[in-house]
């Protein structure tokens, strides 16, 4: 994919009228950013509504955006405060600042020695490798349990996932579009791979016990 | 440094710092002691290879379409008439 021009042209080029590069950034980030609506609200419609209405506001404060964040950072922020809303709307979405990260341990204590056997805190049974997923149906397999164990994420653990994971944002950025601090950021990045792991681990631990 | 900044991690502790690791957030003390124990654990080195195998099987997700055409020319039908 050939990259975006650097910021300062495409802000340019968007406030002159240039059709084509609005084209562009339109075709770049849309499809992301239906992904990352569709972790707040709960049909395609409604994503892609969202994802409408962010173009909208995007249009009416292009000529505000002062250029604090990179402008793929200030596209998102809108989508999220958008997507957060009708989420909240929906009843599907709680409030972010309502409820704190869950803490405890993201392994499962009993699979690590207790203070009276020989090794306290190592592995009880080593986890056990799985299989490189080189035929298609296994990868095929693999790929559906994560597409499940995604969408049974708690919301803001499956958001940053997204926004890191599938779509490759930087830690840094992920923290500036969410408004959350670094910290925050990796402990909800933490669980949520831990989570989907477990997940993996289970489906391959169902496929070789019969 | 503190006696608990050179003490060897335990197995339990490892998969906790695994993303701050990943992320290369761990200060040098504490990434040395991620180091020694992957030296040391198979169990753990297998732990950290299956979250990197997570990372890209999530990443690996079928990407999803774009907008619909209709709701893409509206966009661009409301960006010919921005003043």
């Given at each position: ?141 693999v790929s559906a349990v994560v597409v499940a164990a995604v ?45 989907v792991?477990?997940r993996i ?10 | ?56 099987a999530v990443?690996?997700l ?22």
């Amino acid at each position: 994919m050939q990259p975006l021009p650097p910021d300062e042209e495409l802000v340019r080029r968007l406030r002159a009228g240039d059709e084509a590069a609005f084209g562009l950034v339109l075709d770049r980030w849309s499809p992301g950013m239906l992904r990352l609506a569709r972790s707040f609200v709960s049909t395609p419609d409604s994503a892609a509504e969202c994802v409408q209405d962010t173009w909208l506001a995007v249009l009416e404060g292009l000529d505000r955006f002062e250029r604090r964040s990179a402008l793929r950072t200030w596209v998102y922020r809108i989508l999220v405060n958008t997507a957060k809303r009708r989420g909240v709307r929906e009843g599907r979405s709680v409030p972010w600042s309502s409820v704190g990260p869950q803490d405890g341990p993201t392994v499962d204590p009993d699979r690590f020695q207790s203070p009276r056997e020989p090794y306290p805190g190592h592995w009880r049974e080593l986890p056990a490798p799985w299989p490189t997923p080189e035929d298609a149906t296994l990868a095929s397999e693999v790929s559906a349990v994560v597409v499940a164990a995604v969408a049974g994420l708690p919301e803001r653990q499956r958001v940053v996932l997204t926004l890191r994971d599938v779509q490759g944002y930087a830690a840094d950025e992920v923290c500036s579009i969410l408004e959350i601090t670094p910290t925050y950021q990796r402990v909800l990045l933490h669980r949520a791979r831990a989570f989907v792991r477990g997940r993996i681990e289970d489906y391959h631990a169902r496929a070789v016990t019969p | 440094m503190s006696d608990t900044a050179t003490e060897p991690l335990d197995c339990n502790e490892f998969v906790e710092l695994v993303t701050a690791y990943l992320d290369d957030a761990l200060e040098p003390a504490d990434r040395q002691r991620v180091l020694d124990h992957l030296d040391l654990c198979d169990g753990c080195s297998t732990y950290l290879e299956q979250v990197r195998a997570t990372i890209r099987a999530v990443g690996d997700l079928p990407a999803p379409g774009g907008l619909p055409d209709k709701g893409r020319e509206r966009l661009l039908a409301a960006f010919r008439r921005r003043p």
